[in-house]
């Protein structure tokens, strides 16, 4: 059975950090490619960060340089690391992994950042 389970998400202050954690079972994990995504209200989903098995990563324009997406392939989990947190940064954020047409989500956690 594939699970995706987020972690790490809450309120904070603008200006602040978290760490978002997915915790994966049921699947290869070191074969997928691995991504974070956000969705606001009333806004569609749109991808943060995404790490290939390789441990590629590449970011979203908007949060080059705060955030940092990673991987521990022992623990089958990916995190991301979330700095100068930014009102506009709020929202529902979901790990996702792929491999070829094969695509999992977990079920979000949701990060509040107040001005």
């Known amino acids: 059975q594939v699970q995706l389970v987020e972690s790490g998400g809450g309120l904070v202050q603008a200006g602040g950090s978290l760490r978002l954690s997915c915790v994966a079972s049921?699947?290869?994990?070191?074969?997928?490619?691995m991504g974070w995504y956000r969705q606001a209200p009333e806004k569609q989903r749109e991808l943060v960060a995404r790490i290939t098995y390789g441990s590629t990563t590449n970011y979203a324009d908007s949060v080059k340089g705060r955030f940092t997406i990673s991987r521990d392939n022992a623990k089958n989990t990916v995190y991301l690391q979330m700095n100068s947190l930014k009102p506009e940064d709020t929202g529902a954020y979901y790990c996702?992994?792929?491999?070829?047409?094969?695509?999992?989500w977990g079920q979000g956690t949701q990060v509040t950042v107040s001005s």
């Open positions: 049921g699947f290869r994990f070191n074969a997928y490619g």
């Open positions: 996702a992994a792929r491999y070829g047409n094969m695509e999992y």
